[in-house]
């Protein structure tokens, strides 16, 4: 595919609410978007960095450098055949693995419209419809969260997810199962905890938990090895696993027996296929994590879900619980049985809202060609 030009820009999207964890509250999304041209065809990329490092090192603004001054100029100069290039010609630059993924999804979506398939064909998808679940940030009182719990519920989400932290978890999920008692519950504490919680964490076998996402550090798989060996309920990973090597040792090491796969977090979906490969294999599933992304990222996720591993319920959900008017069409809606119907024409399978875009945009460049590669 020859590239014909690498469009950057950064949309300044407000949440229609703002969305709390352990590390922090959002409440407006910088969305940095990669707009790749390629013989008449146009590939999108969605940048999942968060607007500060909080969730992982990179930022909006590290990704926009790493994208303007290194990546975007590399791939530029190449002229790549299929998604899958793209490590290859980014593998002088370490990490930065949101940045990497902004652009070589762009070129995924691309191959899948060269080749006329859907995006979740091209990557081996299995399922025309997807579970969906919801991941509820930490809220104002537990009668707040009760309420939001009711409405997704009365959505037809499948599985919720609460945000916990220390001082945000056992009270919590006692009312939630105490009105709930047969719901799909699971929580996710961002890193919130330390080993002397052990015994804290321990406690939540009580509730009958899908999973506890990333209860320790943010880099760490011994001690979720030894927290799992305490506990029944399952342990899922999210931040630490990076690659396919990391899900190799986090499984080896039994420091979890589920796997969160986020593209992003894994630098695109080479990596995101090879996690997910080597979870099969192993007999461990995943399920899909969400970045708070616009509907650019949202139907890379979408696509991603329809592989065979991915069992479980994943953080992708109808665009209006983020955005009064998302950036593609038509918006992601999820069905009362809370699923996502799979589109099958060629690519991501929605359109851009060109105009939208134009007008959330708050900051654009085009991106040259690398002369000097040292
Ligand atoms: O850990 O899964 C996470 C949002 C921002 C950063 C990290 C996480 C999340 C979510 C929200 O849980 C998922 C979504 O609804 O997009
Ligand atoms: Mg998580």
């Known amino acids: 595919m020859r590239i014909d030009a690498i469009i950057l820009r950064e949309l300044a999207m407000p949440l229609v609410r703002p969305f709390e964890t352990s590390f922090g509250v959002t409440r407006k999304r910088r969305v940095l978007l990669a707009e790749i041209q390629s013989e008449g065809l146009i590939g999108w990329g969605e940048c999942t960095a968060g607007e500060r490092p909080h969730f992982s090192g990179e930022s909006t603004e590290s990704a926009w450098t790493v994208m303007t001054q290194e990546l975007g100029p590399m791939l530029a100069a190449e002229n790549p055949q299929h998604g899958g290039d793209c490590p290859r ?101 961002n890193s919130a905890y330390r080993l002397h919680d052990a015994d804290h964490i321990q406690s939540f076998d009580a509730f009958d938990l899908l999973m506890v996402e990333q209860p320790l550090w943010h880099d760490d798989f011994y001690f979720h090895s030894l927290l799992q060996k305490r506990m029944n309920t399952a342990i899922c990973l999210d931040e630490s696993i990076h690659n396919r090597r990391d899900a190799l040792a986090a499984i080896e090491m039994e420091s979890c027996r589920i796997i969160n796969i986020k593209l992003g977090r894994v630098g695109g979906f080479s990596e995101a296929i090879a996690v997910h490969n080597a979870a099969q294999e192993r007999g461990i599933p995943v399920w899909c994590g969400g970045m708070l992304e616009s509907g650019v990222g949202r139907s890379h996720n979408i696509a991603l879900s329809t592989l065979e591993n991915f069992t479980l319920p994943g953080d992708v959900s109808a665009s209006a619980r983020y955005f009064a008017e998302d950036i593609i069409e038509p918006e992601v809606t999820v069905s009362r049985e809370g699923e996502i119907a799979i589109p099958d024409t060629p690519g991501r399978g929605y359109e851009v809202r060109n ?4 007008r959330l945009t708050v900051r654009k460049e085009t991106i040259r060609a690398m002369e000097l590669v040292s």
């Open 89 to 189: 010609i980014f593998w002088r630059v370490r990490d930065n693995r949101m940045a990497k993924a902004t652009l070589e999804n762009a070129i995924w979506d691309l191959e899948a419209q060269r080749e006329g398939i859907s995006l979740s064909r091209l990557l081996g998808g299995v399922r025309d419809v997807i579970p969906c679940g919801v991941s509820l940030g930490i809220q104002s009182s537990i009668s707040e969260l009760l309420a939001v719990i009711e409405r997704e519920l009365g959505a037809g989400y499948q599985r919720i997810k609460l945000k916990c932290k220390p001082g945000w978890d056992v009270e919590v999920f006692e009312h939630v199962r105490n009105r709930w008692p047969g719901i799909t519950l699971s929580c996710d504490a």
């Open 355 to 358: 105009d939208l875009i134009e």
